[in-house]
């Protein structure tokens, strides 16, 4: 790999990063994203209810792809935990670019 091929893929590494804590920042809310970007999901200690709310929470999130906002309100209706869960889930396995069909900034 040249310098200039290494240099464009690093370029386009750093703005897939900024476009996703963008993405999830809307959804989430700057604060969660800083949260879970503290923590590794390889590091916790999944209970069964966990797994199953972020199962729901990605099924949700799928069900309304075609309305950002609606993914917003239904995201502030849970508890922080549960925020701080499917942000960090969602984030750790880029499944946010598979649940939308456009940016949303």
Not at 34 to 62: S, Y
Not at 66 to 95: I, T
Request: aromatic content about 6%.
């Amino acid at each position: 790999m040249t310098d200039s091929e290494y240099e464009d893929d690093l370029q386009h590494d750093i703005a897939g990063e900024v476009s996703l804590n963008r993405e999830l920042s809307f959804l989430f809310g700057e604060d969660i994203v800083v949260q879970a970007r503290l923590l590794d999901v390889a590091d916790l200690n999944l209970t069964d209810e966990m797994t199953a709310f972020i199962g729901k929470g990605v099924r949700q999130l799928k069900h309304l792809k075609h309305d950002p906002q609606a993914q917003q309100r239904w995201v502030s209706e849970q508890a922080p935990g549960s925020r701080l869960l499917l942000c960090l889930w969602m984030a750790d396995m880029n499944l946010l670019e598979k649940m939308q069909t456009r940016s949303y900034l």
